[in-house]
């Protein structure tokens, strides 16, 4: 077998691919690509399974090409969606495929000598000046309708499973579009493979399909499954349906490495897999090993460590986990005191605030402060019995009935965290 198609195949990363695929890689180095559009000025974590594609396939000494679709994203794939997208404004589209490129560029080799630097196209560049009858001229002549009605994305629109009655003309075309750039990386820059997600079989087969009646060439398809979790819930989004971005100012590093610690024990298991460079031997030692002590949640902390790493850099990914076992109850007070206000207020998310004037709060005696002052404890009565049961602390330090607040107790210049027992939490905001 391929090493590349072994890869995928062992990863759980591998759906289908067009006869002659694995011959065609076996021959000679091959390129390939994957299209990216540009729906906002981020990918999320549901494109990280088509980057890694295309580093395991560089790292096969392949060439990759990352295609960001500032063309086609004008229109929108109608592949697995159930309604019309909102088209966007050209100023906001193009600053999309900036912010695209700019991303993509972090995660495959694009310098150096070697044959196989990745390559990053935007197929507005070729679609620009093409007029409409040139191209139902030269690419709508190639392709049927009854052809065109046959694949799935078409075909679920128009059964209405999707609960809508139809596809415009606009979307219809979409899959020529994308086939017009298979057919135009297929003659200009010798592209003989495109990769993409199961529900761009239909697509991907359609460029295939014109490479071989307007080119007489031969192309070939390669896809990976859709990721869902084992729950058969959708993956990469948040309970309230927000998606996990790339970019940290949408997505903060410690967010992003939460996400991926909190994934379930069968999860973990794949995603391990999914989205790491480990090698097998490593992974099925890690699971192993997991297996033996699951509590201890080595396989997560390792999975959560790989990605951040990959997506944000190793600092961020220190920063994350110095922050991760600050609430977990793993850090020292020194600790806490250095967060800044943003990953301070990333941690204790959720938990409940106070604002004070800082005279209110300096100097003042800690049974005042946490009964009267803040009404975390309802009495002094109760602030003292939980004092004295060494059940309160202050950023993470036991205190007793003589502790007053000093200015270098406060987090960022401005916070107290108080806390009672191992998961009440309380912040204290001086002014």
């Not at 709508?140 to 209405?160: E, L, P, Q």
């Not at 869902?228 to 940290?248: H, Q, R, V």
């Not at 207020?345 to 003042?364: A, H, M, N, Y």
């Amino acid at each position: 077998m391929n090493a590349f198609i072994e890869e995928l195949k062992w990863r759980g990363l591998f759906s289908d691919m067009t006869p002659g695929t694995e011959e065609q890689l076996d021959k000679e180095l091959t390129k390939a690509y994957i299209g990216f559009d540009p729906t906002a000025d981020s990918l999320h974590i549901g494109s990280l399974i088509q980057i890694k594609i295309l580093a395991h396939f560089q790292q096969h000494g392949h060439q990759p090409i990352a295609l960001v679709g500032g063309a086609t994203g004008m229109i929108g794939d109608p592949s697995g969606k159930s309604a019309e997208r909102n088209l966007l404004s050209e100023e906001t589209l193009l600053h999309y495929v900036d912010c695209l490129k700019n991303q993509l560029s972090r995660f495959l080799e694009f310098d150096g000598d070697g044959d196989n630097k990745a390559i990053l196209v935007n197929n507005y560049d070729w679609m620009k000046n093409f007029t409409f009858l040139d191209f139902a001229k030269n690419i709508g002549k190639h392709i049927t309708v009854n052809y065109m009605m046959a694949k799935d994305s078409v075909k679920k629109r128009f059964s209405g499973d999707s609960g809508v009655d139809g596809m415009s003309f606009t979307e219809f075309t979409y899959q020529l579009l994308q086939g017009y750039d298979y057919l135009h990386l297929y003659q200009n820059e010798g592209v003989k493979l495109q990769m993409g997600g199961s529900d761009q079989w239909g697509n991907i087969t359609t460029g295939t399909e014109l490479i071989r009646r307007k080119a007489r060439g031969e192309a070939f398809a390669l896809t990976v499954p859709l990721i869902t979790k084992a729950d058969g819930s959708k993956f990469g989004k948040s309970e309230s349906g927000e998606n996990y971005w790339l970019d940290a100012k949408k997505t903060s590093p410690y967010k992003f490495y939460q996400f991926w610690l909190n994934a379930t024990d069968t999860d973990a298991e794949r995603f391990i897999k999914f989205y790491t460079f480990l090698p097998k031997e490593e992974i099925e030692a890690l699971i192993e090993e997991h297996k033996t002590a699951p509590h201890e949640r080595k396989l997560q902390r390792k999975l959560a460590e790989e990605v951040t790493i990959w997506v944000h850099g190793n600092e961020e990914y220190e920063k994350a986990l110095k922050a991760s076992n600050i609430l977990f109850g793993q850090s020292t007070a020194e600790d806490l005191v250095s967060l800044n206000e943003e990953l301070f207020l990333q941690v204790f998310d959720g938990v409940p605030q106070k604002e004070l004037s800082k005279s209110e709060v300096i100097g003042t005696n800690i049974i005042d402060l946490i009964s009267e002052k803040t009404g975390f404890l309802k009495s002094k009565g109760e602030a003292k019995r939980e004092l004295a049961g060494n059940s309160i602390s202050i950023n993470k330090t036991k205190v007793g009935e003589d502790y007053s607040v000093s200015e270098n107790d406060l987090i960022d210049g401005k916070f107290l965290l108080i806390q009672k027992g191992k998961k009440n939490y309380f912040i204290v905001k001086a002014v």
